[in-house]
């Protein structure tokens, strides 16, 4: 079986077995946070069109999602800040739903009733990937997941030969622990590939989360010429794989409680 299929229903049982491991020789693992459902658009805009073309569709999806009363729905737009040619988009739309059951009801309303809003959004950008991944919480960032304008990065992560995920949440929350005590505004959130995609050659996307490029470059400053390299190679030695980060601007387009 994949390790990316096996790394997902291991989670799925953790959460649903009341924190228990998915593996017979494993203790108990205390998960921090459930399971939400993100959604991932890469889009390139069409002739002619540009980002005030999609302010224009984003502000008719609002006034839409106002009038249906849809406040389980948060959403951003990415723009690419340090990235590889592999990244060849314009922009990301990126929405979390507050649980799954708001994700199939607002799904359903989209489809049913808002196909005037989809077709605005897409006379301005095509969009040839989507992806549906399951979000865990280990850090929330400083100031919420809400804020108008913020930085995230991106890396793919395997789970080592001999590892499972259950030593990777150990090692995570310990991780967490140690930017706790350094004054890092940085979020931490583990994503696990549900739906679309194809194939993926990993097993989760480490996500990060900071309020602005100032608090980047802090944990930038605290990784590279202080200890803190040291210290998360220490507890993820033998774990985890993960690439190079790629770094986007985030732009706040509808906000929602979805923790």
């Not at 489809?111 to 399951?134: E, K, M, P, Q, W």
């Not at 993820?236 to 509808?254: I, P």
């Amino acid at each position: 079986m994949n390790k990316s299929v096996v790394a997902v229903l291991s989670v799925i049982f953790v959460l649903s077995a009341g924190i228990t491991s998915a593996q017979d020789n494993q203790e108990p693992v205390e998960i921090v946070s459930r399971i939400v459902p993100a959604e991932v658009w890469t889009c390139s805009y069409n002739d002619g069109q540009g980002p005030q073309d999609l302010d224009d569709a984003v502000d008719a999806w609002t006034e839409y999602m106002n009038e249906n009363g849809a406040d389980d729905y948060a959403a951003w737009t990415l723009t690419r800040h340090y990235y590889s040619a592999e990244q060849d988009f314009d922009f990301i739309w990126l929405g979390a739903w507050k649980d799954g059951n708001a994700m199939g009801q607002g799904t359903d309303m989209l489809y049913s009733t808002g196909t005037g809003v989809l077709g605005n959004f897409f006379r301005v950008a095509s969009c040839d990937n989507h992806i549906n991944a399951g979000s865990i919480a280990y850090r929330i960032p400083d100031g919420g997941a809400n804020a108008a304008n913020t930085v995230l990065t991106f890396s793919n992560c395997s789970i080592e030969e001999g590892a499972n995920y259950s030593q990777v949440v150990e090692a995570t929350k310990a991780w967490a622990e140690v930017l706790d005590g350094t004054g890092s505004q940085a979020g931490i959130y583990h994503w696990f590939p549900i739906y679309g995609g194809g194939d993926a050659d990993m097993d989760f996307i480490w996500l990060g989360a900071y309020p602005g490029h100032a608090a980047l470059g802090a944990d930038y400053e605290r990784m590279t010429n202080g200890e803190l390299f040291r210290q998360r190679n220490a507890l993820f030695a033998g774990l985890l794989d993960c690439d190079v980060t790629r770094v986007y601007n985030a732009q706040s387009r509808r906000a929602a409680q979805i923790r």
